[in-house]
């Protein structure tokens, strides 16, 4: 069946400092990756997706890269803020309709 | 828009008792789910709607009912609370034109069962 796994957290990062959050997943066929966002006491929304192959999904300075060869898709920021901080979750879609998520990494980024 | 909508904000409940947890949106939306949230397990699938008159069980589908007698709403059930039902609980809706369509989260039902 499809999965994700992506790395366990917690992050803390100085501001200003590079942000990489690994996420592999298993899947059949070309399924389409997420990365939503959760700030503290809030529900999900969607930072950013890619729906085929080599596509980069990029929103907020966040950038992402699907790379089908190593079935992953790492999110990246060049300079965090104190106001990254929250719960990030990769997801996969392969169904349509239905999404699998990741466990999610919590992010500190300290001034 | 208020885009998706849940209430109660939070609840405690005991052993044994039911509950309903509502959710709505307007964004006239075929798809609706409902996940639950616990520490260190991402959120898993209970159950989902690809339409009015249309359900079906997602991953842990157990001690919950579900069912969408209109487009707007998808409210969910608990008919015997259980402490392992402490969560926090998510409902999501998408449009249902394939893969790659974003889901809208409401803002979550925190539940305690004692």
């Known amino acids: 069946g499809n999965s994700v796994t992506q790395m366990e957290g917690p992050v803390t990062l100085s501001e200003e400092a590079f942000l990489t959050i690994n996420c592999t997943y298993t899947a059949t066929g070309y399924p389409s990756l997420f990365w939503y966002v959760q700030y503290p006491g809030e529900g999900l929304q969607l930072l950013l997706k890619?729906?085929?192959?080599?596509d980069k999904g990029s929103n907020k300075g966040f950038e992402a890269t699907y790379r089908k060869e190593t079935t992953s898709f790492h999110l990246e920021k060049g300079s965090v803020q104190v106001s990254d901080s929250a719960v990030y979750f990769c997801a996969l879609d392969g169904s349509g309709y239905a999404l699998n998520f990741g466990k999610g990494t919590s992010l500190l980024v300290t001034p | 828009n208020a885009g998706v909508t849940q209430t109660p904000k939070f609840q405690v409940l005991k052993t044994g008792q039911s509950m309903t947890l509502q959710c709505a949106q307007d964004?006239?939306?075929?798809?609706m789910s409902w996940y639950r949230q616990d520490p260190g397990m991402g959120l898993r699938l209970i159950h989902y709607s690809v339409g009015a008159g249309i359900t079906d069980q997602g991953e842990v589908p157990n001690g919950y009912n579900v069912s969408r007698s209109t487009t707007e709403d998808f409210p969910l059930r608990l008919l015997s609370a259980a402490p392992s039902q402490t969560s926090v609980y998510f409902c999501a809706s998408s449009p249902l034109t394939g893969e790659g369509e974003t889901q809208y989260f409401g803002p979550g039902t925190r539940l305690l069962v004692l």
């Open positions: 890619a729906t085929k192959a080599d």
């Open positions: 964004m006239n939306h075929e798809y």
